[in-house]
């Protein structure tokens, strides 16, 4: 599987833009990029995910470069209950065996009231 | 709207004992999974199911078995809990598809005595 990696620790204040980096230089064609998130003492929970354009939801955006080598997930407005562990992923698409995702140690954003 | 349900919460388990980790989902999703992770880490999958009555092996499988009798259902068992099973243990869900994301538990948490 390909690799990610991301900074260990963040910290931003609250209200400001989350710029979160991820590189995956050996990212494949057919890999896709998916941002997970942990609040302590929960299960993950999906952010959300891209293969080659700029992805939007109510969550985040999703920056994705040009060569496909580093992503960027954008939370717009941090609040404190963005504080989080912050995984990003990269997967083949969920079929013909290809259904697992391999978890990293993630960034920890911590937000600055 | 649960989503995705373990049970128990949490429990302790003497050495040598076992017990069965249940996973229900309303969601009617095709692929589950069992996941654990330890103090400071990212989530290891142990095993996982693609459909009813099929399973295969993650990154961790050793010392677990699974069972998918019913599609809303996954079951991990720990034939005989040793202390480094100790750990929070997820359940996870999703469809087939590229990208699909998967829902999590909320966790349990054993420790092995």
């Known amino acids: 599987d390909a690799k990610t990696t991301q900074p260990n620790s963040m910290e931003s204040n609250e209200e400001e833009p989350v710029h979160l980096p991820c590189n995956h230089s050996t990212i494949s064609g057919t890999d896709y990029i998916h941002w997970y998130r942990q609040l302590p003492s929960q299960g993950p929970e999906y952010v959300i995910h891209?293969?080659?354009s700029n992805v939007n939801n109510r969550m985040a955006s999703l920056a994705i470069a040009e060569d496909r080598k580093s992503s960027t997930l954008i939370l717009h407005r941090a609040t404190l209950r963005d504080a989080a562990v912050y995984y990003c992923i990269l997967s083949p698409p969920f079929n013909f065996g290809n259904e697992k995702l391999t978890f990293g140690t993630g960034t920890r954003l911590t937000i600055i009231p | 709207n649960a989503g995705v349900t373990q049970t128990p919460k949490f429990r302790v388990l003497k050495t040598g004992q076992s017990m069965t980790l249940l996973c229900a989902q309303d969601?009617?999703?095709?692929?589950m999974y069992w996941y654990r992770q330890d103090p400071g880490m990212g989530l290891r999958l142990i095993h996982y199911s693609v459909g009813e009555g099929t399973t295969a092996k993650g990154e961790v499988p050793d010392g677990y078995n699974v069972s998918r009798l019913k599609k809303q259902n996954f079951l991990l068992g720990l034939e005989s809990a040793a202390p480094s099973q100790t750990s929070v243990y997820f359940c996870?869900?999703?469809?087939?598809?590229?990208?699909?994301?998967?829902?999590f538990g909320d966790g349990t948490r054993l420790s092995i005595l």
């Open positions: 891209g293969l080659t």
């Open positions: 969601m009617n999703h095709e692929y």
């Open positions: 996870a869900s999703s469809s087939p598809g590229p990208g699909g994301p998967q829902h």
